[in-house]
C-alpha cells in the first residue's frame, strides 16, 4: 500500500472518531427531546382529563366526598385503568390529601413537594416507574408519566388531579416520528464523515507534499534528499552498485542578488530547478538544499558515467537564462561523492561532496570528485582546530625564518617567515599539519594576524644587524578574499612603524582566482602603500596571464616542484626558463623556491633567475638564530658549498 493510500486511511479513520462522538451527542439529545415531548403529551392528556372529566364531575374537593362524586369518579377510573389509558388515578385537595384514590392508595402519606407545586397552579410531569414513591405499596411496575395537574375552574384552584399515564404507548408514538430523523442523520452523519474524510485526506496530502519541498522551486527539501539519498546508500552497499551524492552550487550568485535584487535571484534559482530536474535520469533525485545549493542522489551509477553526466547537467545550468528580460549566463559548481567508495553513510557523503564543490570552486574545474588527500577534516584535526584557537591566545606559536639570496651577488636580500606550533604535548607542530584546517576555517585570519604583527614586531626587533632585510609573509585565499584585509596589513605596519617597502605579501593563484574581484582591489591597496607582491608556488594553479598582468606584482615564486629535476627533466627546464622570460618581460623579479644543490643553483643563474631559497641558502631558523647566521656567512656567498 502507497504511503497516500496509508495516510488517507489513517486520517480518513482519525476524522471518523468526531462523526461518531457528534453522532452520539445528536442521538441522546434526540432521545431526551423524545422523553420530553412524551412527557408533553401525557400533560397534555392530564389536561384533556381534568377539564373533560374531573371538572364536570365534582362540585368540591374539599373532603369528604359525596358517595354519588365518588361513586362516579371510581366508575370513570375503573373505564380508563381497564382500557389502558390510565395506570392510576387520583384527587388531592387544596391541602395536599389525597380525598380519592382508585385503587386506596396514597391516603394518609407526606405530601410532597410535587403537589405542593401543583397546589400553587403549576403543572407538574415527570417519568417514573409505578410504585417507585416511599409512599406507595406493592412491587415496581412500568414506566409512567406521573402528572399533578391542577383542576381551575373560575379562577382559584380547587384541588390537583394526581395521574399515572402508561408511557410505552406515548413513547411508541413519538419513536414513529423519530425513526426519520434518526435515518435522516444517519445519512448526514455518513456524508459528513465522507466529506471530512477526503478533505483530511486531501489537505495532509498538500502538507506532507509542502512539508517535503521547497516553496520556493518546488523540489524535494533536504529532508527529503536525506531519506532518498540514505536508501540509495543502502541499496548500493547491499546490491554491490555504486550510488553518487552530489552538491551543486551558483557561482557567484550572491552578486545576482546584490545588483538585481533577490525577485531577479528566486527567479533564477527557479529557473535552474526545473533545469536539473528536466535533466536527470528516471529514478534520480534533485533537491534544493537552501540558498543556492542543489543536491542530486544519483543511484546506480558508474564512476565512469558519472562525468558525462555532470557535463550535461553543467551545460543545462549554464545555458543563458531569461529572467524577465534580463539574459543572465550563470555558472556552477558541482562536487561528489561515491557511495561505498568515498563513504557508506549520508552525512559522510554531503561533507566530503562538500568538499569537493568547494574544490571546484576554487580550482575553476566546474566539476570534482571527493579526494581523500584533501580531506583535512578528521576527529584529530578537529581537535586541533579547538587547540589552535588556544595556542594563538596563549602564544604557543613561533615564526621560523627563511633567507632568500640574489644569486648574482650572494646578497641576503629577504627571509620568508613560516609559523610552527610549540604544542605542550607534541612539540614542534609543522604548518602542514594545521594550516590546511585553519584554511578553511575562521581561524586562518586570527592566524594571519598574528603572522604579521609578529614579523613585522621581529624586523623591529633585529634592528642593525639584519640591516634592510624584507620580511615575506603568506596570505591565504580565505585572507584575500575578505575587502578589509588591506586595512588589517595597513594597520600592523602601523602599530610597528616598519616600512611598506620591507613587508613581501606572497599568494598563491589559487587564492587570486577565488574571488579575483576583491583580491585585485586588495593588492592595488597594498600596492600603492608601497608593500610588494609576491605569487607564490607559481606553475601550480591556472590563472589567466591576461589576468596576472593586469595585478600589481612584484615578485614570482617559481614552484618547487619544477626545480627539484631542473638537471634531469628536460621539459622542467624549458619551462623555468620560459618563467623567468615571463616574469622578466612582466617586469617583475624571479624566485626560485626549493633549491638544495649547487647544480641546480648554477642552472638557475644561468637562466637569469634572480633569487634563490631553499636548502642550500639556508634552513628555516628561529629569529634569534638569524643575525649570527648572517654575521657568520661570507660576504658575496650565494650558496652554502
Aim: glycine share 8%; charged share 20%; net charge negative.
Amino acid at each position: 500500500m502507497s504511503s497516500s493510500w496509508r495516510l488517507f486511511l489513517t486520517y480518513a479513520g482519525a476524522s471518523l472518531v468526531p462523526v461518531l462522538l457528534l453522532g452520539l451527542v445528536l442521538t441522546f439529545a434526540l432521545s431526551h427531546e423524545a422523553r420530553d415531548r412524551g412527557i408533553g403529551v401525557a400533560r397534555v392528556q392530564a389536561a384533556l382529563v381534568a377539564r373533560t372529566a374531573i371538572e364536570p364531575l365534582v362540585g368540591s374537593l374539599e373532603a369528604p366526598l359525596t358517595a354519588e362524586d365518588a361513586g362516579e369518579l371510581q366508575r370513570l377510573s375503573a373505564s380508563a385503568i381497564s382500557s389502558g389509558a390510565v395506570v392510576r388515578l387520583r384527587l388531592r385537595d387544596t391541602a395536599g390529601r389525597v380525598i380519592f384514590s382508585d385503587d386506596g392508595s396514597g391516603t394518609g402519606a407526606d405530601v410532597g413537594d410535587e403537589v405542593l407545586d401543583a397546589v400553587r397552579g403549576t403543572v407538574v410531569a415527570h417519568l417514573t416507574r409505578l410504585n417507585s414513591d416511599r409512599n406507595d405499596v406493592g412491587p415496581a411496575g412500568p414506566e409512567v408519566v406521573e402528572v399533578y395537574q391542577p383542576i381551575i375552574r373560575d379562577g382559584p384552584v380547587l384541588g390537583v388531579l394526581e395521574i399515572y399515564l402508561p408511557y410505552d404507548p406515548i413513547a411508541r408514538e413519538v419513536s414513529r416520528g423519530l425513526h426519520t430523523v434518526y435515518l435522516a442523520l444517519t445519512a448526514g452523519l455518513a456524508a459528513l464523515w465522507m466529506i471530512l474524510a477526503v478533505i483530511s485526506g486531501s489537505t495532509m496530502r498538500w502538507i506532507a507534499h509542502q512539508a517535503g519541498h521547497d516553496a520556493l522551486t518546488g523540489l524535494p527539501n533536504r529532508t527529503v534528499f536525506q531519506r532518498h539519498a540514505a536508501a540509495a546508500v543502502e541499496a548500493a552497499r547491499r546490491d554491490g552498485r555504486t550510488t553518487a551524492v552530489v552538491l551543486a552550487d551558483v557561482d557567484r550568485f550572491k552578486e545576482v542578488n546584490d545588483t538585481l535584487g533577490h525577485r531577479t535571484g528566486d527567479a533564477l534559482l527557479r529557473e535552474l530547478g526545473g533545469r536539473l530536474a528536466a535533466a536527470v535520469r528516471s529514478g534520480d533525485t534533485v533537491a534544493r538544499l537552501g540558498g543556492d545549493e542543489f543536491g542530486l542522489v544519483l543511484p546506480d551509477i558508474g564512476p565512469d558515467a558519472i562525468g558525462p553526466l555532470l557535463d550535461r547537467l553543467r551545460a543545462a545550468l549554464e545555458a543563458e537564462a531569461m529572467v524577465g528580460t534580463l539574459p543572465l549566463s550563470p555558472e556552477a559548481s558541482f562536487g561528489y561523492a561515491l557511495a561505498p567508495a568515498d563513504g557508506t553513510d549520508v552525512d559522510t557523503l554531503l561533507r566530503r561532496a562538500d568538499m569537493a564543490m568547494y574544490l571546484a570552486k576554487g580550482t575553476r574545474s566546474g566539476t570534482a570528485r571527493y579526494d581523500r588527500r584533501r580531506d583535512h577534516y578528521d576527529a584529530a584535526q578537529l581537535a586541533l582546530v579547538a587547540e589552535l584557537r588556544r595556542a594563538i591566545e596563549n602564544d604557543e606559536l613561533v615564526l621560523h625564518y627563511q633567507p632568500k639570496a640574489e644569486l648574482r651577488t650572494g646578497k641576503i636580500c629577504s627571509v620568508e617567515a613560516l609559523v610552527r606550533w610549540r604544542h605542550p604535548k607534541r612539540g614542534l607542530v609543522a604548518p602542514d599539519a594545521f594550516l590546511p584546517v585553519a584554511e578553511q576555517t575562521g581561524l586562518i585570519d586570527p592566524l594571519t594576524r598574528w603572522v604579521l604583527a609578529t614579523a613585522l614586531a621581529q624586523v623591529v626587533a633585529w634592528g642593525e644587524p639584519c640591516g634592510a632585510l624584507s620580511v615575506a609573509v603568506n596570505v591565504s585565499a580565505r585572507n584575500l578574499a575578505r575587502a578589509d584585509f588591506a586595512d588589517t596589513v595597513l594597520a600592523a605596519l602601523a602599530d610597528t612603524g616598519v616600512p611598506a617597502a620591507r613587508l613581501v605579501v606572497e599568494i598563491t593563484e589559487t587564492a587570486l582566482m577565488t574571488d579575483p574581484a576583491i583580491a585585485a582591489d586588495v593588492l592595488n591597496r597594498l600596492a600603492e602603500a608601497g608593500i610588494r607582491v609576491s605569487i607564490d608556488d607559481f606553475g601550480q594553479g591556472q590563472t589567466s596571464l591576461g589576468y596576472l598582468s593586469t595585478l600589481p606584482l612584484h615578485e614570482l615564486k617559481i614552484d618547487k616542484s619544477f626545480v627539484d629535476d631542473l638537471p634531469d627533466n628536460i621539459a622542467h627546464a624549458a619551462i623555468v626558463r620560459s618563467m623567468i622570460d615571463l616574469g622578466h618581460n612582466l617586469g617583475l623579479q624571479v624566485v626560485a623556491e626549493g633549491v638544495e644543490t649547487v647544480e641546480v643553483a648554477d642552472l638557475l643563474k644561468a637562466a637569469g633567475c634572480d633569487i634563490a631559497q631553499g636548502y642550500l641558502v639556508a634552513r628555516p631558523m628561529p629569529a634569534g638564530d638569524l643575525p649570527p647566521w648572517l654575521s657568520e656567512r661570507p660576504a658575496g656567498q650565494a650558496v652554502q658549498r
